[in-house]
């Protein structure tokens, strides 16, 4: 058995009070008996805080990946896997990115695949989703707009993983806003995209987010434990905090696939994937 948190909370862009945040975020995941942490996008220096006309001159600071901040956070995490998003530095270059770790060191890293609206004017586009392992079993990351695309996650699934991190700072419709986050456009489509990645792919989704404001956005939250038939097993809704869920995950995954195994019936040859 495990036990698996998502977290849902706010990071902006001083770094000192971002990692005091997450060390408070292990602290309480690991006295819940949590084996494995995902925290959202963007929790190392804060997400962009203009999706439409973004300000190069307030972008989130870049980090080497070598940066001595993630000695500190494995530090904090010693025996437990913790996925935290970050915007890396690659020479000029700059990447909305996400780093598995424990104490003992990097498990897998992610650079975000899809980028929407004009996030392309901060961040270089990764290409590629790879799987790894880690104590809890094999993992994957996807970070925000990358679970929209259903090939995303099937790109892990076929690669073995077991879990899906999903790593977000997902805001409420910015151009059709609802009075309620709860009846928000977005709020109800990063909820169906959480379920479905899970249930298609017949793995565990943990779907972290940011809650809060920055610039003219409010983050959904809405982190949750997904098992692998699309069932919810924990979740924050709009609040800060962490869903905590306990299951034996390769069980869990072989129930699921006991007579309809969707990555065994695959038929490749008959999908269409480019334009």
Not at 66 to 74: A, L
Not at 92 to 100: K, L, M, P, Q, S
Not at 159 to 166: H, L, R
Not at 174 to 185: E, F, G, V, W, Y
Request: include cysteine.
């Amino acid at each position: 058995m495990a036990r698996i948190a998502a977290a849902a909370a706010h990071f902006g862009r001083n770094l000192d009070h971002d990692l005091g945040r997450i060390g408070k975020l292990i602290d309480d995941a690991r006295a819940a008996g949590a084996q494995l942490l995902v925290l959202p996008d963007a929790a190392i220096g804060g997400y962009l805080a203009d999706l439409r006309h973004p300000d190069p001159a307030a972008f989130p600071p870049a980090l080497k990946p070598d940066d001595p901040v993630f000695e500190r956070i494995g530090a904090m995490a010693r025996d437990m896997v913790v996925c935290v998003g970050f915007c890396e530095a690659d020479g000029d270059d700059r990447y909305n990115a996400a780093v598995c770790l424990t104490g003992s060191g990097v498990l897998g890293r992610h650079r975000k695949v899809h980028l929407p609206a004009a996030e392309g004017v901060a961040y270089r586009a990764g290409d590629t989703f790879a799987a790894f392992d880690t104590p809890v079993g094999r993992l994957g990351m996807l970070i925000d707009y990358d679970k929209t695309f259903p090939e995303s996650a099937r790109t892990l699934a076929l690669d073995g993983a077991q879990i899906v991190a999903c790593l977000s700072a997902w805001p409420a419709s910015i151009t059709n806003a609802a009075p309620k986050l709860s009846q928000d456009r977005q709020s109800r489509l990063f909820d169906l995209y959480d379920c479905a990645r899970a249930a298609e792919n017949q793995v565990v989704v943990v779907s972290a987010n940011q809650t809060g404001a920055a610039g003219g956005m409010r983050f959904l939250g809405q982190a949750k434990v997904v098992g692998p038939a699309g069932n919810v097993l924990a979740r924050t809704w709009a609040k800060a905090g962490l869903a905590v869920a306990e299951l034996d995950v390769a069980r869990e995954i072989a129930t699921a696939r006991r007579v309809l195994n969707h990555l065994r019936e695959l038929r490749p040859a008959t999908y269409r994937t480019a334009t």
